[in-house]
T-cell receptor, first 115, second 112 residues
Framework: GAVVSQHPSRVICKSGTSVKIECRSLDFQATTMFWYRQFPKQSLMLMATSNEGSKATYEQGVEKDKFLINHASLTLSTLTVTSAHPEDSSFYIC???????????FGPGTRLTVL | KQEVTQIPAALSVPEGENLVLNCSFTDSAIYNLQWFRQDPGKGLTSLLLIQSSQREQTSGRLNASLDKSSGRSTLYIAASQPGDSATYLCAVRETSGSRLTFGEGTQLTVNP
């Protein structure tokens, strides 16, 4: 299957700072990327869907000014958590799909801890 | 709105046992269904993908079945091993390229 990477794998930051998480498709062109967050012992919650070159579509209840998503190329999407607060601490996972593959491939996740 | 339910929420079995994990979904008009495995603190590993026209898929000791009309899928694990301990997630996709809707997962523990 295809490979998706995320960077960083773990980040700790102070309240009020912004954090950027990168999601890359390493060996295929990802026309669509998805961002999820996961709280302990819960399932994945879709935050937004982004198509290359266009604005992301956010799920209900997700603040688009808080969680900035950029999908500027077919291999890279970024999620920026702006002015992070402790309640933003979570496990963030991206996935990617492309025209060749009819399924989503998931990254290894990023553990964000806001102090 | 599609809803996916997984039963049981947790399962503990002795090594060597065959087991079945269940997944049900409310809207049978799906494009495909996917089973994933997640280890603690890790991302998702895709196990099996079943297209809506298929009845089952097999990979090694894993077999997944799909009954679209009744809105059910099962994941069968044969001869379970301690290394199978993880959370297993079921997800459905309603159209090509669309979002996945996940179940809450089944946390499996295989005891040596």
């Amino acid at each position: 299957g295809a490979v998706v990477s995320q960077h960083p794998s773990r980040v700790i930051c102070k309240s009020g700072t912004s954090v950027k998480i990168e999601c890359r498709s390493l060996d295929f062109q990802a026309t669509t990327m998805f961002w999820y967050r996961q709280f302990p012992k819960q399932s994945l919650m879709l935050m937004a869907t982004s198509n290359e070159g266009s604005k992301a579509t956010y799920e209900q209840g997700v603040e688009k000014d808080k969680f900035l998503i950029n999908h500027a190329s077919l291999t890279l999407s970024t999620l920026t958590v702006t002015s992070a607060h402790p309640e933003d601490s979570s496990f963030y996972i991206c996935s990617a799909s492309g025209q060749v593959y009819n399924e989503q491939f998931f990254g290894p996740g990023t553990r964000l801890t806001v102090l | 709105k599609q809803e996916v339910t997984q039963i049981p929420a947790a399962l503990s079995v002795p090594e060597g046992e065959n087991l079945v994990l269940n997944c049900s979904f409310t809207d049978s008009a799906i494009y495909n269904l996917q089973w994933f495995r997640q280890d603690p603190g890790k991302g998702l590993t895709s196990l099996l993908l079943i297209q809506s026209s298929q009845r089952e898929q097999t990979s090694g000791r894993l077999n997944a079945s799909l009954d679209k009309s009744s809105g059910r899928s099962t994941l069968y694990i044969a001869a379970s091993q301690p290394g199978d301990s993880a959370t297993y997630l079921c997800a459905v996709r309603e159209t090509s390229g669309s979002r996945l809707t996940f179940g809450e997962g089944t946390q499996l523990t295989v005891n040596p």
